[in-house]
């Protein structure tokens, strides 16, 4: 399965952005796939996860509420909707596919994109 995360960019606090990350490869409809994040100097942390269906969502607890990952099958694409972002939000983030259900640790996941910037900054 090959990845490839796109949508980020710079955005004020407070606002709003949409990261797309779209899965190739036989095999990618039936994965979990998931968002993870990286701010500089931090270990790379869980954001969300969905299952293969789309029909089961998991988030870590801090961005409940904030953030919500949806996936479109058709196009081989999840997406992470990301609201309220704050300073703290910035960081690399990384999608990832899994043959797991819904797991939370990097581990966990055998397949990984490069990764696409958010900046949250005014």
């Known amino acids: 399965v090959q990845l490839q995360a796109s949508g980020g960019g710079l955005v004020q606090p407070g606002g709003s952005l949409r990261l797309s990350c779209t899965a190739s490869?036989?095999?990618?409809?039936?994965?979990?796939l998931g968002w993870f994040r990286q701010a500089p100097g931090k270990d790379r942390e869980f954001v969300a996860a969905?299952?293969?269906?789309?029909?089961?969502?998991t988030y870590a607890d801090s961005l409940k509420g904030r953030f919500t990952i949806f996936r479109d099958n058709a196009k081989n694409t999840v997406y992470l909707q990301m609201t309220s972002l704050k300073y703290e939000d910035t960081a690399v983030y990384y999608c990832?596919?899994?043959?797991?259900?819904?797991?939370?640790?990097?581990?966990?996941?055998?397949?990984w994109g490069p990764g696409t910037l958010v900046t949250v900054s005014s």
């Open positions: 990832a596919a899994t043959a797991l259900f819904l797991p939370t640790m990097a581990y966990q996941y055998s397949y």
């Open positions: 969905i299952s293969s269906e789309g029909t089961r969502q």
């Open positions: 490869g036989g095999t990618a409809g039936r994965h979990d």
